[in-house]
């Protein structure tokens, strides 16, 4: 029997902690030892005491690591774990049945490694047991016995044990998994005789001679192979005089990978990864440049590749960081497979969240052995436009710009896009398709469902390139309900490639932006002197498709395409991203620039602006220049006026002018060309005192702009939510897929108009920063490898 002040002591030697409790921990050792000690009792008293009890004295010695307080009947529960009693040799009988791989539900401090040797504490307390603690955590408290504790108390950890004993968050007691490498040695049977120190090593730092700890933790397999993967296992050197080498294993518990051993630094000479090294692959890169990708999904190959060579000291081949970026893009913005067979559901979701969204789809049969795979579709073609972008081009200008742009995604393929423009000089695009490429069943394909769902009004102009595949298709695109124009820019570009020489293409582009028949003749004259055939190549095209002269004011003084502004302005990365990902792009970017453009507009009209800053900024240029004008009227009913520009001091005539107010005309050209009053146009108005407003077009007022934007965008439904497809299982076009060996094919023909402006600074090859070449590169200076073959 214990006397009245001695209490009652279990200690668990075979079990282990099972789980936590309320109460605190629960131990699956069903027969522990009673041993009833006093508050005089030391602490090697009770040790000495268990060892008796088990018959192990002077064979092993014992340390306490986990406990469960029961107040009520005094009685505290430890966790016994034994180590071997080291020899005066310094050897010891390793039992590999004492490894502890518990935690306990302690406040206290976890212990800092697994590597930390075993000790016997050599501080004894006066009369205070290291055990008789406060067993509710409340280390430095007074225990009840009239003896103050050391603030800190911590149970020594046995070689080999798992780190944390302390930590509370582990549930359950699983010894963790090896990582067997070339040597075959076991991972728990070897520990360093001294920690280093304890920290993750951050994976976006440099990855060269990096140095490892026992016991550094990483979240995942792959961060922890990312922190190795410049090395694998053993330096290539191991054996020749170099020792490095680190092995790492799987904490169940915790979820995480740590290094169990570790031979470091290298003694080797390498400083970099060798060229016959694979381990610089693209997934490793891939997680390198996932922050770039994902800043900015349209970064350029040759960035990426710069920014890893001068990372990892190591130049990989261009496939091989484009691979790493089509992984990057992939984790970022899924698969490029599923994305495929995730449209459909697409489809239905935002039309189910946006009633009135047009979306149409066409898939190719699938064929297997000669039969139909009825469960599979091929993607073929993909149109779609949302209802606000319907909306908005009923308050656009009447003309639309088409063109296609290539994907560089893993697959092929082209982005069909249609823009319009409103009265503030805003582009926006109204329709998109997704096709094989560029060919006439494709624009058909595109244009007839423009036509259909987005541009039915009549007498619009469609600006394009001279691409032989878009021919106007039966529906709606023949005048008078709609007229074609060419892509002066395009034109050039093919004029140029049959006449060399800036001045010549110059003198085309000049021609084409006359607004007055005087002056085209007057460019077309200066051509013909120089080389006669240059007019006989223009005159092989229809005036009226590329001239503004005749194109009776349908361009509104647009004379190209805006597809390259529109990429870069609104659908920046698109066309490197996965196809369902590239369509939700659209729904995201234009839901952005309606609230952007309708806040502006929105402003404007609260301040009284009747019309667009655009046109206002021309109206003011225009009242400048009206300033040496005399005019003249000639019938006040019909407002038929003459003007005649002079010089600033009246001394000279530089020309006389016949303006129509009534039928909004001027002998200039831009009256009729821009559908607002030119500098003669405003002089007649200010001689009459008339307003000059009435003769601006109604697209150039704010109630116009604002209603192209007035309509917005409802916020998607969550994905879950998505209505379920029962079609076929739609998949990529294998035919459609890039190259798989060398570098990946360039889909864009270049012409002259990809030549540089010479007035453009240039920039280095390497970092593409301008002010220095590749020669004088501070990149250039630093150490790297040439891949080789592997």
């Not at 603030?151 to 359950?172: K, M, Q």
């Not at 870069?568 to 234009?590: D, E, F, Q």
């Amino acid at each position: 029997m214990a006397s009245e002040d001695s209490f009652l002591v279990l200690v668990h030697h075979r079990g282990s902690v099972k789980r936590k409790t309320r109460s605190g921990v629960k131990f699956t050792d069903k027969d522990p030892l009673c041993i009833v000690v006093s508050p005089t009792t030391s602490y090697d008293a009770l040790v000495s005491s268990v060892l008796v009890k088990l018959g192990v004295e002077g064979v092993k010695r014992v340390m306490f690591l986990s406990r469960r307080q029961f107040p009520e009947v005094r009685t505290p529960e430890l966790l016994a774990k034994f180590g071997d009693v080291v020899s005066s040799s310094g050897g010891s009988n390793r039992n590999a049945n004492t490894i502890a791989t518990v935690a306990g539900s302690s406040s206290r401090p976890a212990v800092a490694s697994s590597s930390i040797p075993v000790y016997v504490p050599v501080v004894q307390p006066a009369a205070s047991p290291s055990f008789a603690v406060d067993l509710s955590g409340n280390v430095g408290d007074q225990v009840g016995y009239g003896e103050h504790l050391p603030t800190d108390v911590r149970c020594p950890t046995p070689a080999g044990v798992g780190e944390g004993l302390f930590d509370e968050a582990d549930d359950d007691d699983l010894e963790p998994d090896l990582i067997a490498d070339e040597s075959g040695d076991d991972v728990g049977d070897e520990y360093p005789e001294q920690l280093a120190g304890f920290g993750a090593r951050d994976t976006e730092g440099s990855a060269s001679m990096t140095e490892f700890q026992v016991g550094q933790q990483f979240q995942d397999k792959d961060e922890a192979l990312l922190s190795v993967k410049t090395y694998v296992g053993k330096c290539s050197e191991f054996g020749n005089g170099c020792t490095w080498l680190i092995r790492l294993s799987l904490r169940q518990r915790k979820g995480i990978w740590e290094v169990k051993r570790y031979n470091g630094p290298h003694t080797c000479l390498a400083t970099s990864i060798s060229s016959d090294h694979r381990s610089l692959d693209y997934h490793v890169i891939a997680t390198f440049i996932m922050p770039m990708v994902r800043a900015d999904a349209s970064v350029n190959i040759k960035v990426l590749l710069n920014a890893t060579a001068a990372h990892f000291g190591f130049r990989p081949t261009y496939r091989r960081v484009w691979m790493a970026k089509q992984k990057a893009v992939a984790i970022i913005y899924g698969d490029w497979d599923e994305s495929y067979n995730e449209l459909p559901r697409w489809v239905l979701g935002v039309q189910l969240t946006m009633p009135g969204t047009v979306a149409v789809l066409k898939t190719c049969p699938v064929i297997v052995g000669g039969q139909e795979d009825e469960s599979r579709a091929y993607f073929h073609r993909l149109f779609w436009t949302f209802p606000p972008c319907i909306e908005a081009f009923r308050h656009c200008k009447p003309l639309v710009s088409i063109d296609g742009t290539h994907l560089y995604g893993k697959y092929g393929g082209t982005l069909l896009v249609a823009i319009a423009q409103d009265g503030n000089s805003n582009i926006l695009p109204v329709a998109f398709a997704l096709v094989e490429g560029e060919n006439a069943e494709s624009w058909s394909f595109f244009l007839t469902h423009l036509r259909q769902h987005v541009t039915p009004q009549p007498g619009l102009l469609v600006i394009s390139d001279r691409h032989n595949g878009i021919k106007a298709p039966d529906g709606g695109w023949l005048p008078p309900a709609a007229y074609r124009a060419f892509c002066i820019r395009h034109v050039a570009a093919n004029f140029a490639l049959t006449f060399k020489g800036k001045d010549a293409r110059r003198l085309l582009v000049n021609a084409a932006y006359a607004k007055t028949e005087v002056e085209f003749d007057y460019w077309f004259d200066i051509m013909r002197s120089e080389n006669p055939p240059m007019c006989d190549w223009a005159n092989r095209i229809e005036y009226s498709l590329w001239t503004q002269y005749c194109d009776e004011g349908r361009r509104f003084g647009h004379m190209t395409t805006n597809i390259s502004e529109c990429v870069n302005s609104i659908l920046k990365g698109v066309r490197n991203l996965p196809v369902c990902s590239l369509v939700k792009a659209t729904y995201g970017r234009l839901a952005e620039l309606f609230v952007r453009k309708g806040s502006e507009a929105q402003a404007q009209m609260a301040t009284g602006q009747q019309f667009s800053q655009y046109l206002v900024k021309c109206i003011e240029a225009n009242l400048k220049t009206a300033r040496c004008f005399t005019v003249t009227v000639y019938d006040r009913d019909n407002s038929e006026y003459t003007v005649a520009e002079t010089t600033p001091t009246g001394s000279f005539s530089l020309g006389t002018y016949r303006v129509s107010l009534g039928s909004q005309t001027c002998v200039c050209g831009y009256f009729q060309a821009l559908h607002y009053p030119c500098p003669h146009a405003l002089a007649c108005c200010a001689y009459s005192r008339l307003t000059w407003q009435p003769y601006v077009h109604e697209v150039y007022r704010m109630s116009s702009v604002f209603g192209v934007y007035q309509m917005g965008f409802t916020p998607p439904i969550p994905e879950g939510f998505w209505p379920p497809y029962a079609g076929s299982t739609v998949i990529p076009d294998p035919n459609m897929r890039r190259a798989r060996e060398g570098r990946p094919r360039s889909t864009r023909i270049r012409t002259n108009m990809d030549d540089a402006d010479p007035n453009r600074p240039k920039r280095c090859s390497l970092c593409r920063q301008p002010g220095h070449t590749r020669r004088s590169c501070p990149q250039a200076g630093r150490p790297t490898v040439t891949e080789g073959n592997n």
